[in-house]
């Protein structure tokens, strides 16, 4: 496994997290030996970029802000230009435990892209009402589509492999839910193969999660959008190179 880590990198968008990115940044260069963490500043207004770089990783700055998808297209051109062979996005807010991260890594041997899931296994994770709902809703439209069961389809844990990083260089999508629901869509067209694992997650360390019906209906209308877009979007030619 340390030699694995030493072609991984671990990716965390940030945005005004200035709270918790040092500890969990921390968190990850402890656990995982060997690891690189590049920290995408997605213009932050708060001292983010320094409390990242103190705690020991490699950081990127945005001009302004570009939301989760933006970043992690900047992490995965990163990757591709420095060597590395696999990405793992990590959550800068402390919910992602790094001791799972060899979990995931392990399942790259048999996909493209492994999710860990908050839904399945020994996961106690719970969510409920309408949000429930359109996660639900989902979670059953990218099973059919990927040809294999997946239940939180916006996890922000996940590993992809050198297929994926090539892939995604230069077709994520940057609008809002696209790095998750409309990603898996690509991934999904493509060729690519995704599998779940149960993992552990722990309440955010900073910030607040958002729960009203409201939110809710926002979250699903945006979320079909983003599915819908996946579907329309013509199938991306994977890399040379990438098979």
């Given amino acids: 496994m340390p030699a694995e880590l030493e072609r991984t990198l671990i990716v965390m968008p940030a945005l005004n997290e200035q709270a918790s990115v040092a500890s969990v940044v921390e968190e990850v260069l402890s656990t995982l030996h060997g690891v690189t963490c590049l920290v995408i500043d997605d213009g932050s207004s708060d001292a983010t970029a320094s409390e990242a770089n103190r705690a020991g990783a490699r950081v990127a700055q945005l001009p302004f802000n570009l939301g989760v998808g933006g970043a992690m297209r900047l992490g995965f051109r990163y ?58 809703l989902l979670a059953s439209v990218l099973s059919r589509i990927a040809h294999t069961k997946l239940t939180d389809t916006t996890s922000g844990f996940k590993a992809m492999g050198p297929r994926a990083v090539r892939l995604f260089a230069s077709n994520y999508p940057a609008e809002y839910l696209g790095d998750t629901i409309e990603a898996l869509v ?58």
């Fill in 79 to 136: 990757a591709l230009d420095n060597g590395f062979d696999n990405v793992v996005q990590v959550d800068s807010d402390g919910q992602h435990y790094p001791s799972e991260v060899p979990t995931l890594l392990r399942h790259l041997e048999q996909a493209d892209i492994v999710i860990g899931t908050r839904f399945s296994g020994d996961a106690t994770y719970r969510v409920r009402g309408p949000r429930k709902w359109a996660m639900s």
């Fill in 186 to 243: 690509i991934a999904s067209k493509a060729g690519l193969r995704i599998v779940q694992v149960p993992t552990p997650m722990r309440e955010r360390t900073t910030g607040k999660p958002s729960h009203n019906p409201l939110k809710s209906a926002v979250y699903l209308g945006r979320a079909s959008l983003a599915l819908l877009i996946g579907l329309l979007r013509p199938t991306a030619r994977m890399p040379e190179g990438a098979a």
